[in-house]
């Protein structure tokens, strides 16, 4: 089923025309990877579909209808938001982080239920931090905070999830947890979406990927038709060799430089 439509937006920050009519259908289960060179509006999208930065035109609809339509609770109740590069200078607790996932679901002026605890443990046990449940937020570190906001968004319990870069600052085991749990999730129907730098991960994972260049979506499809070394060369201008992995049953991407080129 739709989930989740971006329909022809376009957006303009300042002067700077940042999206360019990007349209991308998401559907259950989708895993949806958006790849694209530094500045080419991945974050700037990931935002616009979430709700947290208007366009100016086109659409985003949630379940068929404008997301703009929707109060901002209940957009936290659908989709659950990973930023990029967070850091945090309160002196939170990670459980008390964590357990902010479930606000979405708490009535106003009420407190956090037995239940709300559970959920937000199972996260940290997914998310393999329940050791750092009683740490400062503060006093992690960069891959830790990232693990302690993803498990935050899992608390949220949405069907949709939003990354932007969620493993960029995890060790090559946690970027394969983390990634490896999104992917069962898409089992169980949970729609995601996440900006990823690397283009291996990308294609092993995701069932989908758009690559975006210069705000616009210069292909978008499975990863055997969108990781192409002229797609490649068009958005990233590097060479590269692909080939299929029979191991981890994926596409690979080998960028070359051009010395590599020029002394072949
Ligand atoms: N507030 C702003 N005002 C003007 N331009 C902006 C603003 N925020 C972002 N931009 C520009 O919009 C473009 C897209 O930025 P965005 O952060 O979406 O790119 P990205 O693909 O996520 O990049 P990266 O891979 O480096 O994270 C960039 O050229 C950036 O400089």
Request: proline content about 3%; glycine content about 6%; overall charge positive.
């Amino acid at each position: 089923m739709e989930k989740l439509t971006s329909k022809q937006i376009s957006l303009h920050l300042g002067n700077k025309h940042v999206l360019k009519n990007v349209s991308v259908t998401a559907h259950d289960g989708d895993f949806i990877g958006l790849i694209g060179p530094n500045g080419s509006g991945k974050s700037t999208w990931l935002k616009a579909v979430s709700g947290l930065v208007p366009y100016q035109n086109g659409s985003v609809t949630l379940k068929g209808k404008e997301i703009t339509t929707y109060p901002t609770k209940d957009i936290a109740k659908m989709i659950g938001y990973v930023p990029q590069n967070t850091s945090l200078n309160f002196d939170f607790l990670v459980r008390d982080i964590v357990l902010m996932g479930r606000h979405p679901h708490i009535p106003r002026f009420g407190l956090e239920s037995a239940i709300d605890y559970k959920i937000a443990e199972q996260a940290m046990q997914q998310t393999n931090i329940i050791h750092l449940a009683y740490r400062y937020a503060n006093q992690l570190s960069g891959g830790q905070l990232q693990l302690v906001l993803i498990a935050k968004a899992l608390a949220q319990e949405t069907n949709i999830l939003i990354l932007d870069e969620p493993t960029s600052a995890l060790d090559i085991n946690r970027q394969l947890q983390v990634l490896g749990l999104l992917k069962q999730l898409t089992q169980k129907g949970v729609t995601i979406i996440a900006a990823l730098h690397d283009l291996n991960l990308a294609a092993r994972f995701c069932n989908q990927l758009v690559l975006l260049t210069n705000g616009a979506v210069l292909a978008a499809g499975t990863p055997e038709t969108v990781l192409t070394s002229d797609h490649i060369y068009k958005s990233y201008d590097v060479h590269s060799s692909i080939r299929y992995d029979s191991l981890i049953r994926a596409y690979y991407v080998t960028a070359l430089s051009h010395k590599t080129i020029l002394t072949k």
